[in-house]
């Protein structure tokens, strides 16, 4: 019986962690666009990324047969392709006015805000402690980032199209639930991905690509489009298929952690003492929801 009880706690704790590994892929996106050399428009990077991300995973589920058009909700997957596309351009923009660091925290940070708002407005779901604490870790854990001047460019627009792409990613994370709940994870997620590069493909008749006949701008675009999109957010979906999308959103913030980590290590940016504190309360937030929920499942477990 021990056994199976610690089986159950260990099925039921992996969701948060397929939900902090996607974080962690999202997180490598702004660095990685730091390695495109020359000049790529923001809505050229969110269209290929998608069409990359997605189009690949629709033809593998099609060639595997594990897409039933049937059991699409039409209406919750263009309405989460919709905010996917959204969010695409206003990230990347915001990433390129504002910086790393500064546009990855405040795009994702305030993400978590606007799901529980959404949540509490549309489907009365009263936030718990524990997410309202680990939360409140994380959010001030941001802004102590926010705080770091010595090397970032606080550029107003930037941070205004940073909050634009949190909305859009809280919108996502909310409505793609609706999918989760009627498809499996990759299935859906080649669904919404797909519908959501239609956005934006006409934008790429009339924007410059000739930045990606570079090989290392190539490459660059094939990581976001596979790793950074596709793989992460079938992790990020198997995650949200089985938790709440406040949680989840909550997880996500190990995102700008990541950021601004290989901002660091990576690009060379300069975090100070107090933006070194903003990444201890990240850190705290993450810790708090992720251990605090495995807790609350072992007890549950443990009842029945």
């Known amino acids: 019986m021990e056994i199976g009880k610690v089986r159950c706690n260990d099925v ?13 892929l999202w997180g490598t996106t702004g660095t990685a666009q730091t390695f495109i050399d020359g000049t790529a428009h923001p809505l050229t990077i969110g269209a290929l990324r998608l069409s990359i991300g997605g189009f690949s995973l629709l033809a593998f589920v099609i060639w595997a047969k594990t897409l039933n058009a049937r059991t699409i909700p039409w209406k919750a997957a263009w309405l989460s392709a919709a905010a996917m596309a ?18 990855t925290v405040v795009a994702i940070g305030s993400a978590p805000v606007f799901t529980g ?11 718990d402690r524990i997410w309202m604490i680990a939360t409140a870790c994380a959010i001030a ?21 940073a909050l634009g792409a949190g909305l859009s990613f809280a919108g996502y994370a909310i409505v793609s639930k609706s999918v989760l709940q009627a498809m499996e994870a990759v299935p859906a ?24 006949q570079a090989p290392q ?18 992790l990020f979906s198997t995650g949200l298929k089985q938790i709440a999308s406040s ?5 996500s913030l190990a995102e700008p952690l990541t950021a601004s980590l290989l901002g660091v290590l990576v690009v060379g940016e300069t975090l100070s003492g107090t933006a070194w504190s903003g990444v201890f309360l990240l850190l705290c937030g993450i810790l708090v929801l992720t251990l605090a929920k495995k807790k609350t499942i072992g007890k549950k477990t443990a009842s029945n």
């Open 217 to 234: 701008n190539l490459g660059v675009i094939l990581y976001l489009g596979i790793a950074a999109t596709g793989l992460s957010y079938i």
């Open 141 to 161: 854990g941001c802004f102590l980032l926010f705080a770091n001047t010595e090397s970032a460019t606080i550029d107003s627009f930037g941070v205004l199209l």
């Open 247 to 251: 949680s989840a959103v909550t997880l």
């Open 117 to 127: 708002i959404l949540e509490w407005t549309f489907f009365k779901k009263n936030p």
């Open 12 to 24: 039921n704790f992996l969701p948060y962690l397929w939900v902090l590994l996607a974080a962690m």
């Open 86 to 103: 959204l969010f695409q351009p206003l990230f990347f923009s915001s990433v390129q006015l504002t910086g790393i660091a500064v546009g």
């Open 189 to 212: 997620v080649a669904v919404i991905f797909s519908l959501s590069a239609l956005f934006l493909l006409p934008f790429l008749l009339f924007l410059d690509l000739t930045y990606i």
